[in-house]
């Protein structure tokens, strides 16, 4: 009997031990399945991640271009007076100044209203000093931008070595960039190339149009002007149109590339 029970009890411990065993492996099996599947949730912080970069690149300003549209809107109607009176395409006239003057944002614009980079050359008139091929070199300096257009005109119009560029058409905007740069108007190999892209970037051969009668006059510079500037007015200031639009006269004047406070009536300033 003795020797029963010593074996009843022996064989119930080893039971116990394999139950013990079993108990034990379940809860590592389970802590090793958790830690592995917690790694795989991160579908919210991807979406998270996708969603960021438009937030922060959508509100990116047009730059330099909302400076040359403003440009374009203020020179347009000049350049367009002068190809009717000068036969010379606005586009070209528009392309060269927004080249030459950096969107009106140069020194010799700024400080000289010249837009074309025109030399003295026995100029008569006002004279500023700028440094180019050699150092400070004399340039015309005129009393308002509108008389470098005119002169920009007067100037093509009055050199025989630009005769030929009169025989093409005036929406022949390829060939009068091409002819300028034949005729030694400028030394860059790409003139013609810069002037090209230019005029079809802006589409500014709409302007010739236009003027030949191919297109009715669009409203489109106009309500650029009026969305993003200010059209200057008697008795408007610096001072008074900073506190206007809530800006510091310097804010304002770095908007409009000026290195003063002279306004003009008619100008337009970029306010926003």
């Known amino acids: 009997m003795v020797l029963m029970l010593a074996l009843m009890l022996a064989s119930c411990g080893g039971k116990k031990r394999i139950v013990t065993k079993k108990k034990n492996s ?13 790694p795989a949730i991160s579908k919210p912080s991807d979406k998270r991640t996708e969603t960021v970069p438009p937030v922060a690149t959508a509100p990116r300003p047009t730059g330099n271009l909302n400076i040359t549209e403003v440009y374009i809107a203020n020179y347009s109607e000049v350049a367009k007076n002068n ?20 969107s009106g944002r140069g020194r010799l614009a700024v400080e000289g209203n010249n837009h074309f980079g025109i030399k003295c050359h026995g100029w008569t008139g006002d004279k500023i000093y700028h440094d180019d091929d050699a150092s400070q070199e004399c340039f015309r300096k005129y009393p ?50 810069k002037l090209i892209s230019l005029i079809e970037r802006f589409q500014l051969y709409i302007f010739d149009e236009e003027v030949l009668g191919k297109r009715k006059p669009r409203n489109k510079t106009s ?9 200057v007015m008697p008795g408007d200031t610096m001072y008074s149109l900073s506190k206007r639009y809530n800006l510091s006269v310097q804010e304002l004047q770095k908007l409009n590339g000026m ?9 337009i ?4």
């Open 26 to 38: 379940k809860p590592r099996t389970e802590r090793v399945i958790v830690r592995k599947e917690r």
């Open 83 to 102: 190809m009717r009176q000068h036969k010379i395409p606005a586009s070209i006239t528009l392309a060269q100044g927004i080249l030459e003057s950096g």
């Open 144 to 193: 308002h931008a509108e008389q470098s257009f005119q002169d920009h005109s007067e100037f093509l119009t009055s050199r025989g070595r630009y005769a030929d560029l009169f025989k093409l058409d005036l929406d022949d905007y390829e060939g009068w960039a091409k002819g300028l740069r034949e005729s030694g108007y400028a030394t860059d190999r790409k003139y013609p190339e």
């Open 223 to 231: 309500e650029i002007a009026n969305n993003l500037t200010h059209k």
């Open 259 to 267: 290195t003063n406070s002279n306004l003009q009536v008619g100008q």
């Open 269 to 272: 300033l970029i306010v926003k």
